[in-house]
């Protein structure tokens, strides 16, 4: 019972259910905040996921270990739970005040300690490697965050200056309502927010893949060669 409730909260990380969401929080922003405001999230969820997967790389190649830890594989589930759910929590914490927004960034933090958790309990990851993907994860909605900020504060300053705010909405914080427009863009994102989930949200396809492009690297001595510089000088 324990081991299968553990399944069930892991699968909040995965790349398809999380992913989905992610593309959802982008047409969101989209239509009721602006075109940069998607872009910015699609951007630091990109870049991302290429983090991740280009540590997973260079940890299979190399054979890291940190403290007695390994650190071959950081968890992306761990990321991606704490990015999408973390951005997810900041966009709602702009719309709703009191006790209902700290008892929704309370169910985000919830969430992602679950996520992190079970990663740990089914031997699936390292704590180490949990540590990195959620640090991975927060860092990616820390960008975010400033990012939404600086366009508040954009928007603000051209209220300031003489234009008329949007129409029902008396302050930054609060977006507009506008028809939904869904602009070619936006339409590519969610599709490969979609082709992502369905490529890597299938642990047997995306971690064997990994392993032999790490496989090759060490192979042909591009990244550690047999044996890790970095691993060496660790306690084992």
């Given at each position: 019972m324990f081991?299968?409730?553990?399944?069930a909260v892991t699968l909040l990380g995965s790349a398809p259910?999380?992913?989905?969401?992610?593309?959802?929080?982008?047409?969101v922003l989209w239509r009721r905040h602006s075109v940069k405001a998607a872009a910015g999230w699609v951007a630091a969820l990109a870049l991302m996921v290429a983090v991740v997967m280009l540590l997973k790389i260079a940890g299979h190649a190399c054979n890291v270990h940190f403290l007695d830890d390994r650190l071959t594989s950081p968890s992306g589930h761990a990321a991606l739970s704490a990015a999408v759910y973390g951005a997810v929590g900041v966009v709602v914490a702009?719309?709703?005040?009191g006790w209902r927004r700290n008892?929704?960034?309370?169910?985000?933090?919830?969430?992602?300690?679950?996520v992190a958790v079970s990663r740990v309990i089914l031997r699936s990851h390292s704590v180490t490697e949990v540590t990195v993907g959620l640090a991975l994860g927060g860092?990616?909605?820390?960008?975010?965050?400033?990012g939404l900020a600086r366009i508040a504060r954009a928007q603000a300053a051209e209220v300031t200056?003489?234009?008329?705010?949007?129409?029902?909405?008396?302050?930054p914080w609060r977006w507009p309502s506008s028809p939904l427009v869904v602009a070619p863009l936006l339409a590519v994102a969610v599709l490969l927010l979609g082709a992502g989930a369905v490529t890597f949200g299938n642990r047997t396809t995306a971690e064997p893949m990994l392993k032999h492009?790490?496989?090759?690297?060490?192979?042909?001595?591009?990244l550690?060669?047999?044996?890790?510089?970095?691993?060496?000088?660790?306690?084992?």
């Open positions: 081991i299968a409730l553990n399944k259910v999380v992913l989905p969401v992610s593309g959802v929080l982008a047409a702009r719309h709703v005040e008892a929704f960034l309370l169910a985000v933090f919830g969430v992602v300690a679950g860092l990616a909605v820390a960008a975010f965050a400033q200056v003489g234009q008329a705010p949007p129409p029902l909405s008396p302050s492009i790490a496989m090759l690297l060490r192979q042909d001595d591009v550690c060669g047999p044996v890790s510089p970095l691993d060496s000088l660790l306690p084992r």
